[in-house]
């Protein structure tokens, strides 16, 4: 096995572990549905905070990552990536304890055919014809579910958005996975600190200090936070960033499933048409890629 190959199936294992955790996501959220959705947020960023430093200081990083942020060229596109995971968190978060799972999932099923756009705009790799056609039937899937829901396609475009452009800066950013999380989580950590104590001086709430359980929670959201973005910033930076399209929908479609078996979400007649286009976008791009890979194999 090349060196090229060792790093791709490193790859490989990292993005298959960042989008099963993700997947379930929404059965550890809705344990915090009676928290503020900021609250929560600023929960994730100040604890991730703590525990990426002390992954770090335990790699003895601390000193790299101190030099990192002290660089404009590398702390200026993570300040972009860190604003646009902060949206995708508090659109996520916000999505899932309001009954939305499903709007959520449809994102994220939307962002491996993004990724496939945002390659080829931005990263000069090539869109073949049979990746067109997936992308073409993934927007009439879109424009299905615009049709007859309007009220929750904002959910579904800003989430597929937000994670698209902060993949891309991530993959473009020439920094490793643990100190550029660690520069995105620092960068947020100030008006995090500044929610956290406009929540705690608002008087009692159902958010920190209102019980120990809850407590727990907020702080193992830092590491369900820091841990699969770890993942992905690792397998973002050894495969071909379209070619994460073909593992990311695992993550949706244990959405999918937590939204319609466990939680009741209904499946209307549009969005089972829609999330029916997208799945046979996602089977024409899941197709080729396999018959690539296939064909690299042979040659």
């Known amino acids: 096995m090349t060196i090229a190959e060792s790093e791709a199936r490193k790859g490989v294992i990292a993005a298959i572990g960042t989008y099963s955790i993700w997947g379930m996501l929404p059965l550890f959220f809705r344990l915090l549905h009676h928290v503020d959705p900021i609250e929560i947020v600023t929960q994730r960023v100040i604890w991730s905070v703590i525990l990426i430093l002390v992954l770090l200081a335990a790699r003895k990083g601390l000193a790299a990552f101190i030099t990192a942020l002290r660089t404009p060229r590398l702390v200026l596109p993570l300040m972009a990536s860190a604003v646009m995971i902060a949206i995708n968190w508090l659109v996520y978060v916000w999505a899932v304890n309001n009954g939305q799972i499903l709007a959520a999932s449809f994102g994220y099923y939307l962002n491996p055919l993004l990724n496939i756009l945002i390659g080829t705009l931005f990263l000069k790799e090539k869109l073949n014809q049979t990746q067109a056609i997936a992308v073409a039937v993934a927007v009439v899937g879109v424009a299905v579910m615009g049709a007859d829901a309007l009220d929750t396609l904002w959910i ?5 958005t937000s994670f698209g452009i902060y993949g891309l800066v991530r993959k473009m950013a020439p920094v490793g996975s643990v100190p550029g999380l660690a520069i995105e989580t620092t960068v947020l950590l100030p ?109």
Request: with cysteine; proline share 4%; glycine share 8%.
């Open 191 to 299: 008006v995090a600190m500044a929610a956290a104590f406009w929540f705690a001086s608002s008087g009692p709430h159902p958010g920190w200090g209102s019980d120990s359980s809850t407590n727990w929670l907020l702080i193992a959201g830092g590491a369900i936070t820091a841990i699969p973005l770890l993942l992905f910033a690792t397998a973002a930076r050894r495969m071909d960033y379209s070619a994460l399209g073909f593992i990311q929908y695992v993550g949706p479609t244990i959405q999918f499933f937590c939204g319609v078996i466990l939680y009741d979400e209904p499946l209307t007649t549009t969005r089972a048409i829609s999330f029916g286009l997208i799945w046979f976008a996602l089977a024409i791009f899941s197709w080729d890629a396999l018959r690539r890979m296939h064909a690299g194999r042979q040659t």
């Open 156 to 160: 579904s475009l800003s989430l597929a």
